[in-house]
């Protein structure tokens, strides 16, 4: 039951991590090559890239103008050997500062996350999101400083 709750751990630290604008810390959670899927909510293809990479997508997107939110539950853990993969529900809110009109948008869909035991402890080796609903200004969504 450990190896379970501290992958899971990791998964909640994700989105604690990037709530924190603690870019530093979310990017050490992920390994070297990460596989990227955001095609339910920006078309295109999915990407494997750096962990540095989809954090910097993420400092841009998510700067410090616009507040975010992110909730992850039902935590579905499948490991086998040095590898597991998590699914979680999981709904995101951002809203933007005053000075920048405001404005909300949020989320609700699933996660699909990829794990392994590095020496290092578990890492993240993807990270894809399958949006069901959103609803609010998706200009809030795309907007950058």
Known sequence: MSERRTIAELVDT???TVDAKDWDAAEALFDTAV???FTSL???EPATITGTQLVDGWRQGLHAKKKSFHLVGHHRIAITGDSATVHVKGYAY???DDDLGGGMWEV???YDIPVRRTPAGWKATGLSFFAWHTRGDD????HLL
């Open 94 to 96: 951002n809203v933007l």
């Open 42 to 44: 920006n078309g295109g």
């Open 14 to 16: 994700i989105f604690d």
């Open 35 to 37: 596989l990227a899927d």
């Open 108 to 110: 609700w869909g699933a």
């Open 139 to 142: 200009a809030v969504r795309t």
